[in-house]
Structure formats: structure tokens, C-alpha cells
């Protein structure tokens, strides 16, 4: 069975820092693109971060540059998401997804992604 499964959320105080984790199963992550998205209450899903297959490229929707920093170990089949300086309007669930189809990394930014997480609960709050 493929399957994304996410983990590493909780409740975190203003400032604090998580790092959140994607496993594969079923599928090798090395030939896809890997995305993390996040969707607050009562607010659309957004993209959030996305790694290129080969590592050499990364994107950060605005909110989170300087902040946060996606990587992938092929070797795990796992990706990473390292939230630092985070803020209450973070909080949100968070998935991961992956696309290995032409154009990937492209299609991440856009969240056109075959596989995705059933996500985790990050909350922000002193």
C-alpha cells in the first residue's frame, strides 16, 4: 500500500521550534518531487514548502522563508520539515505529499501532487 505518514506535531509556544517528519511506504521517495502543505481552520490548504527530486532546488511560500527548511533523506524514504520562530498563525494541520511526475517540482508549488498525508496537528499557543 503507498502511503505518506506524517508525524513530529504538537503544541508548541510562540517562538519555539518542531520538526516535522514524512515516511514512505510502498514507493521510493527519491524519484519525486515532496511538498509540505497546511490548511488552518476555516482557511484553504496552502503550499508551504517543496524539494526537488535531486534536493538542488527549494521553495518557501513567503510567511516561512527564513524560518523554515525542508530536506529529504533518500536513504530513510523520509522527508523533513524544521519549523523554527514559530508564530499562532502557523498553527494548522500540516501534509506532506510527493509528485513524481514530469514536471514535479513545479507541480509541488501549484499542490498538484499524487500522494498525500493524512496529516499533523501543529498548534502554536502560549
Known amino acids: 500500500q503507498l502511503q505518506l505518514v506524517e508525524s513530529g506535531g504538537g503544541l508548541v509556544q510562540p517562538g519555539g521550534s518542531l520538526r516535522l517528519s514524512c515516511a514512505a511506504s510502498g514507493f521510493t521517495l527519491d524519484d519525486h518531487a515532496i511538498g509540505w502543505f497546511r490548511q488552518a481552520p476555516g482557511k484553504a490548504r496552502e503550499g508551504v514548502s517543496c524539494?526537488?527530486?535531486?534536493?538542488?532546488?527549494?521553495y518557501y511560500t513567503n510567511s516561512v522563508k527564513g524560518r523554515f527548511i525542508i530536506t529529504r533523506d533518500n536513504s530513510k524514504n523520509t522527508a523533513y520539515l524544521q519549523m523554527n520562530s514559530l508564530k499562532p498563525e502557523d498553527t494548522a494541520v500540516y501534509y506532506c505529499a510527493a509528485e513524481g511526475g514530469p514536471n514535479s517540482f513545479t507541480r509541488c508549488i501549484g499542490g498538484d501532487m499524487d500522494y498525500w498525508g493524512k496529516g499533523t496537528l501543529v498548534t502554536v499557543s502560549s
Open positions: 524539494i526537488s527530486r535531486n534536493r538542488a532546488t527549494a
